[in-house]
């Protein structure tokens, strides 16, 4: 019940930012109407690639000793590390071939990489069975088969944010863009929520039996948790390719000036080599990246160790632990983006570094406060939920919205593939460090690995203050007057 209760409080979220944001470039209402119905089903799929990349916490939870903490972090880190170096060739990739088929490229294989680690799991077999991978050689080899699997899960998920991020480049207009932040937040925190909470389910109610005589449940192999997001992907994929489109003019409308880095310029895509020493050689884009490998470590450093902290100490049950999880991070990660967005663009002018600045300033705080409150779940608990705001809110803006507006909409795709690889390195970092740094119950290590991240990411947030991308529009004498009827048909 308080599943379905959050999956309403995710439609009502976003339909109520989107209406309270307002439309300040005056698009029709048509326009505003096949626009949503553009990124409702990306958003969906986008979602469903989170389940179907942090469902591995859940199933590490559920398969107890069978992943060992320094062994989860090895398989999370070779993902990780995986999607962030395939930005080389998706980034570029995207720009090229377009956000919609990069995006079904994207869904279709995380859907398969889904299934092949659910018939892995499945084959380990129930607990006492004399399957192979319970055998020692055969854990080893148990152990090779998830490295290899989730990083090939994400391959394809790397296409995920670039893909989404290319294609509303093309239908939001930079003063707009804030909007877009605050949708992309929500969507990320959607797909926790499913990963942790409705995969929590899965396992609860597919997976467990109750123990003999009294004791313990029985937690069988949690194929599910991978093969149920498999599904969903699939079906997402169908959506995408039925209704979405890259660009306005492909739905009926006018393309218009989004008053990006892009603007002035044409539709023609640029060689490689330009692409890249645009992207690489901008310093604000560069400062972005390095906040956001910043964000990797922070976001991952508390999302997937606190449950597996409170797990290990027994509060298996207690309030914000394991069932509970996704939910709260939900909330925190969709308030984070949406006070996020909305403050960029009304406050701000859609500037995003003030917005990131601030967040990073209060997340340094609850790292602070982690750090005196490893015995108080409820403490450490409101600490790890507030950074979660924080993270969230941060990474709808730079990753989700900077990454348009300073890479421009013809170079969207490389831009935000730098930056959520440099992301993702973070969270590789993280997942290697953190595994083996609390191996043997040394979890005062935890916060204190945090720390650094948090300061330095706040000294660089505040160095992009003023930043506002510059565009390659004619003078204003020359200018053609900018379209206000961007919802207009052809």
């Given at each position: 019940?308080?599943?379905?209760v959050?999956?309403?409080?995710?439609?009502?979220?976003?339909?109520?930012?989107?209406?309270?944001?307002?439309?300040?470039?005056?698009?029709?209402?048509?326009?505003?109407?096949?626009?949503?119905?553009?990124?409702?089903?990306?958003?969906?799929?986008?979602?469903?690639?989170?389940?179907?990349?942090?469902n591995?916490?859940?199933?590490?939870?559920?398969?107890?000793?069978?992943?060992?903490?320094?062994?989860?972090?090895?398989?999370?880190?070779?993902?990780?590390?995986?999607?962030?170096?395939?930005?080389?060739?998706?980034?570029?990739?995207?720009?090229?071939?377009?956000?919609?088929?990069?995006?079904?490229?994207s869904?279709?294989?995380?859907?398969?990489?889904?299934?092949?680690?659910?018939?892995?799991?499945f084959?380990?077999?129930?607990?006492?069975?004399?399957?192979?991978?319970?055998?020692?050689?055969?854990?080893?080899?148990?152990?090779?088969?998830f490295?290899?699997?989730?990083?090939?899960?994400?391959?394809?998920?790397?296409?995920?944010?670039?893909?989404?991020?290319?294609?509303?480049?093309?239908?939001?207009?930079?003063?707009?863009?804030?909007?877009?932040?605050?949708?992309?937040g929500?969507?990320i925190?959607?797909?926790?929520?499913?990963?942790?909470?409705?995969?929590?389910?899965?396992?609860?109610?597919?997976?467990?039996?109750?123990?003999?005589?009294?004791?313990?449940?029985?937690?069988?192999?949690?194929?599910?948790?991978?093969?149920?997001?498999g599904?969903?992907?699939?079906?997402?994929?169908?959506?995408?390719?039925?209704?979405?489109?890259?660009?306005?003019?492909?739905?009926?409308?006018?393309?218009?000036?989004?008053?990006?880095?892009?603007?002035?310029?044409?539709?023609?895509?640029?060689?490689?080599?330009?692409?890249?020493?645009?992207?690489?050689?901008?310093?604000?884009?560069?400062?972005?990246?390095?906040?956001?490998?910043?964000?990797?470590?922070?976001?991952?450093?508390?999302?997937h160790?606190?449950?597996?902290?409170?797990?290990?100490?027994?509060?298996?049950?207690?309030?914000?632990?394991?069932?509970?999880?996704?939910?709260?991070?939900?909330?925190?990660?969709?308030?984070?983006?949406?006070?996020?967005?909305?403050?960029?663009?009304?406050?701000?002018?859609?500037?995003?570094?003030?917005?990131?600045?601030?967040?990073?300033?209060?997340?340094?705080?609850?790292?602070?406060?982690?750090?005196?409150?490893?015995?108080?779940?409820?403490?450490?608990?409101?600490?790890?939920?507030?950074?979660?705001?924080?993270?969230?809110?941060?990474?709808?803006?730079?990753?989700?919205?900077?990454?348009?507006?300073?890479?421009?909409?013809?170079?969207?795709?490389?831009?935000?593939?730098?930056?959520?690889?440099?992301?993702?390195l973070?969270?590789?970092?993280?997942?290697?460090?953190?595994?083996?740094?609390?191996?043997?119950?040394?979890?005062?290590?935890?916060?204190?690995?945090?720390?650094?991240?948090?300061?330095?990411?706040?000294?660089?947030?505040?160095?992009?203050?003023?930043?506002?991308?510059?565009?390659?529009?004619?003078?204003?004498?020359?200018?053609?007057?900018?379209?206000?009827?961007?919802?207009?048909?052809?």
């Amino acid at each position: 019940m308080s599943n379905l209760v959050t999956l309403l409080g995710i439609v009502i979220a976003v339909a109520l930012f989107v209406r309270l944001s307002g439309n300040p470039r005056n698009h029709s209402s048509d326009y505003l109407t096949r626009r949503m119905l553009n990124w409702v089903p990306l958003g969906l799929g986008y979602a469903f690639l989170y389940f179907g990349r942090y469902n591995l916490t859940v199933a590490k939870i559920a398969l107890g000793d069978l992943m060992s903490k320094p062994e989860f972090g090895t398989i999370f880190a070779a993902g990780t590390w995986t999607y962030a170096v395939a930005f080389i060739v998706n980034g570029p990739l995207t720009d090229r071939i377009g956000g919609r088929k990069a995006m079904l490229i994207s869904t279709v294989g995380a859907a398969v990489s889904n299934v092949l680690l659910g018939i892995l799991v499945f084959a380990i077999g129930p607990a006492g069975s004399a399957s192979y991978f319970r055998t020692p050689g055969g854990h080893q080899t148990l152990l090779i088969g998830f490295v290899l699997l989730y990083a090939l899960n994400m391959y394809f998920q790397s296409f995920g944010a670039v893909s989404i991020v290319k294609v509303n480049s093309a239908w939001f207009h930079v003063r707009e863009r804030g909007v877009f932040g605050g949708i992309f937040g929500i969507l990320i925190s959607a797909g926790i929520f499913f990963a942790f909470d409705f995969g929590q389910w899965i396992v609860d109610a597919i997976h467990t039996a109750p123990g003999a005589g009294g004791a313990a449940p029985v937690v069988a192999p949690p194929f599910g948790v991978f093969w149920i997001p498999g599904a969903l992907l699939l079906a997402a994929a169908v959506w995408i390719y039925l209704v979405v489109r890259d660009r306005p003019r492909e739905a009926g409308f006018q393309d218009f000036d989004t008053g990006d880095a892009s603007s002035g310029e044409d539709d023609t895509p640029d060689p490689l080599p330009v692409i890249l020493k645009k992207v690489v050689t901008n310093p604000i884009v560069l400062t972005i990246g390095a906040i956001e490998f910043c964000t990797g470590v922070l976001r991952q450093g508390i999302m997937h160790w606190y449950p597996i902290y409170a797990n290990e100490l027994g509060y298996k049950t207690t309030f914000l632990v394991t069932r509970e999880w996704g939910t709260m991070l939900f909330l925190a990660g969709a308030t984070g983006g949406m006070t996020a967005g909305w403050i960029s663009d009304k406050i701000f002018g859609s500037r995003r570094g003030p917005v990131a600045a601030l967040l990073y300033a209060f997340m340094l705080g609850c790292v602070v406060l982690m750090a005196f409150s490893l015995r108080s779940m409820w403490l450490l608990g409101a600490s790890v939920v507030l950074i979660s705001y924080c993270v969230i809110g941060t990474h709808g803006m730079l990753s989700g919205t900077a990454t348009m507006d300073f890479g421009g909409r013809k170079n969207a795709g490389t831009a935000v593939g730098l930056i959520d690889g440099l992301v993702y390195l973070g969270t590789g970092l993280q997942a290697m460090s953190i595994g083996n740094l609390v191996e043997g119950g040394h979890w005062n290590r935890w916060p204190v690995f945090l720390l650094p991240f948090a300061v330095l990411g706040t000294a660089l947030a505040l160095g992009i203050w003023r930043a506002m991308p510059q565009s390659r529009r004619p003078t204003p004498a020359k200018r053609e007057p900018e379209l206000v009827t961007s919802g207009a048909k052809r």
